[in-house]
């Protein structure tokens, strides 16, 4: 890691000016005007003799008497630290790479006021059991001052099996809630006005049915879906790397991404069709400058392939969203906000030619670190949620979910869901976050950091590019591996005591396991959805059901026709879940990845 | 008891894709210098099983994060049970709340082990309690 990065930044600044031939270089230079700095030369140079006296005196004086805890300090990314940053660390920092929020590259942030206009979406994932279950869960959290809803699917939906599968077994409703036909969408949004509400939906292999049936449901309630907000996942690329959720393979999993995005770009303006997603690569071990660069990586991929069909990148790409996760390691997370927008800006107008601002954009919603958690001392979790909150509003998040403390164990409780939307609340009215944009810019670290790990991450991205793209990475298996590797490294300084987990193994104490509350699922919620499903199933007309799957299956043969409008009107005949990803089996193919470790 | 090196199943059951843990455990299994087979995800009982038949493992260690433990577990003992397989033992680890551990163990599940517990227990636990079969 650290001898790659090394190698690009040593690249980068050959570029601008080799080493060799210093007489050329200077001409050529000289012929354009040189980008303006943020540190002049003479700042930098009193600060570098300063810095050189003080190690002299000062520091050296004082490590005699107290030296360091380690010899070298580095942050969780692997990046080496050094004890203090000055101006002249910063010496060829250009203005225009931080710019001024809400202007590229964007680095400072989206909006010119950010928090000052307008907070974060505060919005906390739900999602269990029935589908009124969930309901009830939605409509405490809007009271509680919630403002968007977020839906967590149970396992058998997410992977394309009604609750009658067997592949369903224990495990309906338990992940997330439980949905096989139209009638659960119908219960699960009941009293709920679809054009007053942004949803999020967190559903990838099987997203196009779920966003197909809330289109029919806010039909149902009289809302076009031209005025539904709200974001679907459908990141399929990640669960390949990652989440590991998947119906069929890599490329018609981002054919039907593909078909969506082209879908919404048409008819449903205030759609994110897909958020493209750091967060299970980060949870699935990955350091921070891997998630910035696989994800970011996944987002190009969707870019080249809805450019490859033919749509103009700027009547698709404002509406591309992402989701990070946010870790422990304080100003790393930080800078990563911040790179990412960066990083994108410049991918999108030079890689890309987009012209719109809003597709070059980097919109983003965060979730606390779930892998943070402990389960050891459970309620120490609510001081890590909160520094990890924290740390995605100074990185400029538009939206946020915090984790509760009680998610080692279980799905979270009520008390333990109020407390983390209650944390978002403290760090909104009481943290003074919200009073100046991008307060963390200038910071000497924060900026080394920011620049150090778009570094990194281009140079994951040129490797990936190298290899063909994407598409073809995840099919080698290469985010795969550096991700396994990463994780068995930190599983490894965890154990050998090099990483200290309070509560885990450091500072533990008798009474670990606290007695928390927990959520549990009856086994009476998979007897409710099924018999609810088999009466669906009576009471539909089966022809049109039939009917209506075979056009679904037709579309998938040809990729030319986009199969949202199929698949919208399979489910509106109360087709399921399981039946129109049965359509996808049959003629993809069931995928299944090796078990390789 | 050294006569061959143990062969261990990591078994990912269930439609969940929480694969960290099994991958990390199979890493530090083979590290310590023993026979890992790893299942990959979404493994039915059945698949297991007939895995860890075919494969004449010692273990099969199951790792469960769905919430589907009360019914996974015990679908693979009665399966080795169904297969004359009961003596490969069955262990494993996730999201399992601790009131659920002692029914587990009675429907015979030999341990779990919960978020938390370090790779070298789990090795150390293995090395203890089960045998190489002849």
């Given amino acids: 890691m650290a001898k790659s990065a090394k190698k690009v930044t040593l690249s980068k600044v050959k570029a601008k000016k080799p080493a060799a031939k210093k007489a050329v270089s200077k001409k050529a230079v000289s012929k354009k005007a040189p980008p303006a700095l943020t540190y002049d030369a003479a700042t930098v140079k009193r600060l570098t003799a300063e810095v050189a006296r003080w190690r002299k005196s000062t520091l050296s004086r004082s490590l005699e008497k107290m030296p360091t805890r380690r010899a070298q300090f580095v942050n969780d990314s692997g990046i080496p630290l050094p004890d203090v940053f000055t101006q002249a660390d910063r010496k060829g920092e250009r203005l225009e790479d931080l710019g001024l929020p809400g202007e590229f590259p964007f680095t400072r942030g989206t909006?010119?006021?950010?928090?000052?206009?307008?907070?974060?979406?505060?919005?906390?994932?739900?999602?269990?059991g029935g589908p009124a279950d969930t309901n009830k869960r939605f409509k405490y959290l809007i009271a509680q001052g919630m403002t968007g809803l977020s839906t967590a699917f149970d396992m058998p939906a997410l992977m394309g099996y009604d609750a009658d599968h067997p592949m369903s077994r224990g495990e309906v409703g338990k992940e997330g809630v439980a949905i096989s036909t139209l009638k659960d969408f119908e219960i699960l949004f009941e009293g709920i006005k679809l054009d007053e509400v942004t949803t999020s939906m967190t559903i990838n292999a099987s997203a196009i049915i779920a966003l197909c049936m809330y289109i029919a449901v806010a039909e149902q309630q009289g809302v076009p879906m031209s005025r539904l907000g709200g974001?679907?996942?459908?990141?399929?690329?990640k669960e390949f790397i990652a989440q590991k959720e998947w119906i069929v393979g890599p490329r018609p999993a981002v054919r039907i991404v593909t078909d969506m995005i082209e879908f919404c770009a048409k008819h449903m303006p205030k759609w994110n069709p897909v958020s493209i997603s750091g967060y299970h690569i980060r949870e699935a071990g990955a350091t921070a400058v891997q998630e910035l660069a696989f994800t970011i990586a996944d987002g190009i991929g969707y870019v080249e392939e809805g450019v490859k069909r033919g749509m103009n990148v700027d009547d698709f790409a404002p509406r591309l969203s992402f989701f990070w996760d946010v870790?422990?390691?304080?100003?790393?997370?930080?800078?990563?906000?911040?790179?990412?927008?960066?990083?994108?800006?410049?991918?999108?107008?030079?890689?890309?030619?987009?012209?719109?601002?809003r597709s070059l954009m980097l919109r983003t919603h965060a979730q606390t670190a779930g892998v943070s958690l402990t389960a050891q001392q459970p309620y120490n979790n609510v001081a890590r949620v909160a520094l990890q909150a924290f740390a995605a509003t100074l990185g400029g998040t538009q939206s946020l979910h915090t984790n509760s403390l009680d998610e080692t164990y279980a799905l979270p409780s009520e008390d333990a869901v109020t407390i983390a939307l209650r944390t978002q609340q403290i760090i909104a009215h009481e943290s003074g976050a919200d009073r100046v944009v991008d307060p963390l810019a200038g910071s000497y670290y924060v900026e080394h950091l920011t620049d150090e790990m778009?570094?990194?991450?281009?140079?994951?991205?040129?490797?990936?590019?190298?290899?063909?793209?994407?598409?073809?990475?995840?099919?080698?298996?290469?985010?795969?591996?550096?991700?396994g590797e990463s994780a068995y490294?930190?599983?490894?300084?965890?154990?050998?005591?090099?990483?200290?987990?309070?509560?885990?193994?450091?500072?533990?104490?008798?009474?670990?396991?606290?007695?928390?509350?927990?959520?549990?699922?009856?086994?009476?919620?998979?007897?409710?959805?099924?018999?609810?499903l088999q009466a669906v199933k009576a009471s539909r007309d089966q022809g049109q059901v039939s009917a209506a799957l075979a056009k679904v299956e037709a579309a998938c043969r040809d990729e030319r026709v986009n199969l949202m409008p199929p698949v919208l009107e399979a489910v509106k005949a109360y087709a399921t879940l399981g039946e129109v990803s049965d359509v996808f089996r049959k003629v993809w193919g069931q995928y299944r990845e090796g078990g390789i470790f | 008891m050294a006569d061959r090196k143990l062969r261990i199943l990591v078994a990912k059951p269930g439609l969940d894709g929480h694969d960290r843990g099994a991958k990390i455990i199979a890493r530090a299994l083979r590290d310590a210098g023993m026979e890992v087979i790893y299942?990959?995800?979404?493994?039915?009982?059945?698949?297991?099983?007939?895995?860890?038949?075919?494969?004449?493992?010692?273990?099969?260690?199951?790792?469960?994060?769905?919430?589907?433990?009360?019914?996974?577990?015990?679908?693979?003992?009665?399966?080795?049970?169904?297969?004359?397989?009961?003596?490969?033992?069955?262990?494993?680890?996730?999201?399992?709340?601790?009131?659920?551990?002692?029914?587990?163990?009675?429907?015979?599940?030999?341990?779990?082990?919960?978020?938390?517990?370090?790779?070298?227990d789990i090795v150390k636990w293995i090395q203890e309690h089960i045998p190489a079969r002849a």
């Fill in chain 1, 454 to 483: 778009e570094a990194r991450a281009f140079d994951y991205l040129r490797r990936i590019d190298e290899m063909g793209g994407i598409i073809r990475a995840v099919e080698e298996g290469f985010p795969q591996k550096e991700i």
């Fill in chain 2, 39 to 120: 299942t990959g995800l979404h493994q039915t009982p059945e698949m297991i099983v007939s895995a860890a038949v075919q494969e004449d493992v010692d273990a099969i260690g199951l790792s469960i994060m769905s919430g589907a433990h009360m019914t996974l577990f015990p679908a693979v003992i009665e399966l080795l049970g169904g297969q004359k397989a009961d003596d490969i033992k069955v262990f494993g680890g996730g999201i399992i709340p601790d009131d659920d551990i002692p029914r587990l163990k009675a429907q015979g599940v030999s341990e779990i082990f919960t978020p938390g517990s370090s790779t070298q």
């Fill in chain 1, 111 to 128: 909006q010119p006021t950010m928090y000052r206009s307008r907070l974060w979406t505060m919005r906390q994932f739900a999602g269990f």
């Fill in chain 1, 327 to 357: 870790h422990n390691d304080f100003f790393e997370e930080v800078a990563k906000f911040r790179a990412a927008r960066r990083m994108w800006a410049k991918i999108m107008r030079d890689r890309f030619g987009a012209r719109d601002p």
């Fill in chain 1, 489 to 532: 490294r930190y599983q490894r300084e965890v154990e050998e005591g090099d990483r200290l987990i309070v509560g885990v193994n450091a500072f533990k104490s008798a009474t670990d396991r606290s007695n928390i509350e927990l959520l549990k699922i009856d086994e009476q919620v998979a007897r409710e959805q099924v018999e609810r």
């Fill in chain 1, 231 to 237: 974001t679907i996942q459908n990141d399929m690329l």
